[in-house]
C-alpha cells in the first residue's frame, strides 16, 4: 500500500516538473526555460529574442565583423511586460532609451568601434536586469566577449 503511495506520489512530482519547463535546443545546449503557464509576455519574448540575436553579434564580433541584426529592438517600449508596472516606470524607460541609443551605435560602428559597442550593449543589458529582474542576469553574462564558461 505504501508502495503504491509512493509511486503515486514520484510520478505526481514527475509531471509536476515537466509541465513548469521545457527544453530549448536553439544555440548551443539544452537550457530549461521556466514557462509561465498564463503564456510568455511580448516584452519576454522579446528580450529572449534579443539574447538570441546578441549572441549572433557576439560570434560576429569575434569574427571581426560588424553585426547585424533585423531585431525590431524599438518593441522594447512597447511590448506588453509580465509585470506592466515595472516597465511603466522612469527607470525602465531610462535603461530602454539607453539601450536603444547603443544599438544605434553599434549599427553604424565601424571595425575600431565594434567590441567597445557591443560590450556596451552588453553592459546595458546587465545593468537594467541588475536593477529591474535579475533573473537572466545568468544569461546575460554569456553575451561578453570575454565569456568563456559552457555555452
Not at 546578441?54 to 511590448?79: D, F, W
Not at 568601434?113 to 535579475?134: D, I, K, N, R
Amino acid at each position: 500500500m505504501i508502495k503504491t503511495y509512493l509511486i503515486a506520489a514520484l510520478m505526481i512530482g514527475f509531471v509536476l516538473i515537466l509541465s513548469c519547463a521545457q527544453i530549448d535546443n536553439k544555440g548551443s545546449g539544452s537550457v530549461l526555460h521556466p514557462v509561465n503557464p498564463n503564456g510568455d509576455s511580448e516584452l519576454a519574448l522579446l528580450m529572449r529574442a534579443m539574447f538570441d540575436d546578441g549572441m549572433t553579434m557576439k560570434k560576429e564580433v569575434l569574427a571581426g565583423k560588424i553585426p547585424t541584426s533585423l531585431l525590431e529592438y524599438e518593441k522594447i517600449h512597447t511590448a506588453n511586460a509580465t509585470e506592466p508596472e515595472k516597465a511603466a516606470s522612469p527607470e525602465y524607460k531610462a535603461y530602454s532609451d539607453q539601450f536603444l541609443s547603443i544599438v544605434k551605435k553599434l549599427k553604424t560602428s565601424d571595425e575600431h568601434q565594434v567590441e567597445h559597442f557591443y560590450t556596451q550593449l552588453v553592459h546595458s543589458c546587465m545593468g537594467c536586469h541588475q536593477a529591474m529582474c535579475p533573473g537572466p542576469m545568468v544569461r546575460i553574462k554569456k553575451m561578453y566577449l570575454d565569456y568563456e564558461g559552457d555555452l
